[in-house]
Structures are given as structure tokens and as C-alpha cells.
């Protein structure tokens, strides 16, 4: 049995949750949504180079996902019009441009078709490589072509074949944040706007004024699809990035969103302070310890004021 540094497991009756076992301990959460003739793939984690085991025989996150969704039989098709057999054709969306998400998407450049956000281009066309901290981490940042710039609430088709998903635009935790909801199986990919018990990161790059008014959209995009989906008796669920896949996504926003507000009065538990790339960094996190958020103390002032709030951040700390 060949050893990875990648788990596989359903999700549900299309999709497969892979997580990458890192040496940054990212965790990252990668999921694949199947069809008949595509593969959707939604992130592809930190890259080859960065096993937690380095010894481990499979490091590509492709070659993994490929070969066990062989073994289940849904890797290739039949061409009716020529009765050949291919492999499916990759479609690869990139919830926002961090390496922890795009650290292996340089093994789908040259054959799939990728999506990113409109929102921000020159966040990604520009300097990449600083603003998805693959120059701090040291990991190659990859070069590749985007097949198409994603835009607010459009319902995603490719080659006539309806995706049954839909595009949010998304910027807080980065101007190109996007999430997707998947219609036929009720989940919210929220990447790292939304999830539990680490504090979402609000760094160099981050906005906190945008990224509240990202929770309040969608907020009320979700609570929509709820109560369309009230007669089957079901609710939206979150998969993110990280830690969450089967949150009640309606729930985690307004937990979020609470815990939004009390950092920004200053009334959350300050957790930790701490020095990161020479910056100041406050945690805070809701009494109940499962959301919050990890800012850099010049982003939470800048909210801070934009708001109308006056406490006063507790010094910096030296590292």
C-alpha cells in the first residue's frame, strides 16, 4: 500500500474531502465534486514539498486523487460519439489565492480549466507571490493561465453542463475570497471566510470592513436558500478550508458575525498576542471559544475607527 500525506473520504453522494497531513499545519481541506464527464476541484493545498512525513511515497495531490477515484470507478468516461475512454476534464476553483490553497495547483496549469474571483485581478496578476505568502513560506509560487474570472452570484456552467454550483464574491480575509454553493447537495464552501475553533486570520492583505459586509451578504444569501429548502426538511452546511466541514452554515455566520462585533468594541476574550512577519498580532476569540479572529493590531484599529469604536488596543508586544 502506497503511503500519502493525503486522506480521502466522502463527503457526500458527489464529493470527496481530501486533507493534506502538512509540515506547515495548515490542514488544509481540498474537496472534488464529481460528474459525468468533470471533476471540480475546489483548492489544492500547500504543495508537493511540504509532507509532514517526507518520507511518505505519495506527495502529489493530484496523482492521489486521480488514483483513488479510479479505485471507485469514477476517474474516466465513454465518449458516446467515438466510444473512447477518457479521463475527465479538471475544473479547478481557487476559494482565494494563499499557499496553503494553491501550493499544488501548478500540477492542473497545463490541462484544466481554472477559476478565481473577478473582484481583485491585480491581487493575483501582481506580485503573487507576496500576496499569497508563498515568498514567506518558501514555497514555489505557481505560474498559471486563468480560464475564467469569477462573478457575484453566477450560476457556473462549462461546456453545456450545468454545475448546479454558484459563485459569491467573498474579500475580507483577502480581496479574492470566494465561496460556492453547491444547490444539489446543500453546502456552503465558505474557504477561509467561515469556520470553527481557529480564529480566521486577518492579515497584511485582509480587510475587515469588506469582510463584514461579505458575512452580512452572505448571511442573507443563506438564509434564502434555507427557506427554499425548509419543505425538504434540510439546511445549508459549511465546508471550509479548514476545520469545518458540516457546520449549520446559517448558525456559524451569526456566531461570526457576533464575534465580529465584540472584537471590535473590545469586549472578546483577548487570548494571545503575538509576533508574526514582524507584526503585531491580537486574538480574540467568543466566550464559547469556538470563533474568532487573529488580527493584525493595525487592520483591527483601522476597523476599529471606521466604526466608531474608541477603546484602545493593549500595546504591542516585542518578539
Same mark, same amino acid.
Given at each position: 500500500?502506497?503511503?500519502?500525506?493525503?486522506?480521502?473520504?466522502?463527503?457526500?453522494?458527489?464529493?470527496?474531502?481530501?486533507?493534506?497531513?502538512?509540515?506547515?499545519?495548515?490542514?488544509?481541506?481540498?474537496?472534488?465534486?464529481? $460528474?459525468?464527464?468533470?471533476?471540480?476541484?475546489?483548492?489544492?493545498?500547500?504543495?508537493?514539498?511540504?509532507?509532514?512525513?517526507?518520507?511518505?511515497?505519495?506527495?502529489?495531490?493530484?496523482?492521489?486523487?486521480?488514483?483513488?477515484?479510479?479505485?471507485? @470507478?469514477?476517474?474516466? $468516461?465513454?465518449?458516446?460519439?467515438?466510444?473512447?475512454?477518457?479521463?475527465?476534464?479538471?475544473?479547478?476553483?481557487?476559494?482565494?489565492?494563499? $499557499?496553503?490553497?494553491?501550493? &499544488?495547483?501548478?500540477?492542473?496549469?497545463?490541462?484544466?480549466?481554472?477559476?478565481?474571483? &473577478?473582484?481583485?485581478?491585480?491581487?493575483?496578476?501582481?506580485?503573487?507571490?507576496?500576496?499569497? +505568502?508563498?515568498?514567506?513560506?518558501?514555497?514555489?509560487?505557481?505560474?498559471?493561465?486563468?480560464?475564467?474570472?469569477?462573478?457575484?452570484?453566477?450560476?457556473?456552467?462549462?461546456?453545456?453542463?450545468?454545475?448546479?454550483?454558484?459563485?459569491?464574491?467573498?474579500?475580507?480575509?483577502?480581496?479574492?475570497?470566494?465561496?460556492?454553493?453547491?444547490?444539489? %447537495?446543500?453546502?456552503?464552501?465558505? @474557504?477561509?471566510?467561515?469556520?470553527?475553533?481557529?480564529?480566521? $486570520?486577518?492579515?497584511?492583505?485582509?480587510?475587515?470592513?469588506?469582510?463584514?459586509?461579505? +458575512?452580512?451578504?452572505?448571511?442573507?444569501?443563506?438564509?434564502?436558500?434555507?427557506?427554499?429548502?425548509?419543505?425538504? @426538511?434540510?439546511?445549508?452546511? /459549511?465546508?471550509?478550508?479548514?476545520?469545518?466541514?458540516?457546520?449549520?452554515?446559517?448558525?456559524?455566520?451569526?456566531? /461570526?458575525? %457576533?464575534?465580529?462585533?465584540?472584537?471590535?468594541?473590545?469586549?472578546?476574550?483577548?487570548?494571545?498576542?503575538?509576533?508574526?512577519?514582524?507584526?503585531?498580532?491580537?486574538?480574540?476569540?467568543?466566550?464559547?471559544?469556538?470563533?474568532?479572529?487573529?488580527?493584525?493590531?493595525?487592520?483591527?484599529?483601522?476597523?476599529?475607527?471606521?466604526? &466608531?469604536?474608541?477603546?484602545?488596543?493593549?500595546?504591542?508586544?516585542?518578539?
Amino acid at each position: 500500500m502506497t503511503t500519502s500525506c493525503f486522506s480521502f473520504t466522502p463527503l457526500n453522494k458527489s464529493t470527496y474531502k481530501v486533507v493534506q497531513d502538512d509540515s506547515l499545519n495548515e490542514l488544509p481541506f481540498i474537496y472534488v465534486k464529481v $460528474y459525468p464527464t468533470l471533476l471540480v476541484l475546489i483548492d489544492t493545498g500547500c504543495g508537493p514539498n511540504h509532507a509532514k512525513d517526507p518520507s511518505v511515497e505519495e506527495k502529489s495531490i493530484r496523482r492521489f486523487i486521480e488514483s483513488n477515484l479510479e479505485k471507485e @470507478g469514477k476517474l474516466k $468516461y465513454v465518449d458516446p460519439e467515438t466510444n473512447e475512454t477518457k479521463n475527465k476534464h479538471w475544473l479547478v476553483f481557487i476559494t482565494h489565492t494563499h $499557499y496553503d490553497h494553491i501550493g &499544488g495547483l501548478f500540477e492542473f496549469a497545463d490541462d484544466s480549466s481554472i477559476f478565481v474571483s &473577478g473582484y481583485s485581478q491585480e491581487y493575483i496578476l501582481k506580485d503573487l507571490g507576496c500576496n499569497s +505568502l508563498c515568498c514567506a513560506f518558501n514555497i514555489p509560487t505557481p505560474k498559471f493561465t486563468v480560464s475564467h474570472w469569477l462573478e457575484q452570484n453566477e450560476h457556473l456552467t462549462f461546456n453545456g453542463v450545468d454545475l448546479h454550483l454558484e459563485a459569491l464574491i467573498t474579500p475580507g480575509h483577502t480581496p479574492d475570497e470566494i465561496a460556492l454553493y453547491d444547490s444539489e %447537495e446543500h453546502v456552503f464552501y465558505a @474557504g477561509d471566510s467561515l469556520y470553527e475553533v481557529l480564529p480566521i $486570520y486577518i492579515i497584511e492583505t485582509s480587510n475587515m470592513i469588506e469582510y463584514i459586509a461579505s +458575512l452580512d451578504m452572505m448571511l442573507k444569501y443563506v438564509q434564502d436558500k434555507n427557506k427554499q429548502l425548509e419543505p425538504l @426538511g434540510v439546511r445549508v452546511t /459549511t465546508a471550509s478550508g479548514h476545520i469545518t466541514d458540516s457546520a449549520d452554515t446559517e448558525k456559524l455566520i451569526i456566531e /461570526t458575525q %457576533e464575534c465580529f462585533w465584540q472584537t471590535l468594541k473590545g469586549k472578546a476574550v483577548l487570548t494571545e498576542q503575538k509576533v508574526m512577519r514582524e507584526k503585531n498580532l491580537l486574538i480574540y476569540m467568543n466566550e464559547a471559544n469556538n470563533v474568532g479572529f487573529m488580527c493584525i493590531d493595525t487592520k483591527l484599529e483601522e476597523a476599529k475607527k471606521h466604526f &466608531g469604536f474608541e477603546w484602545q488596543l493593549p500595546a504591542p508586544v516585542s518578539a
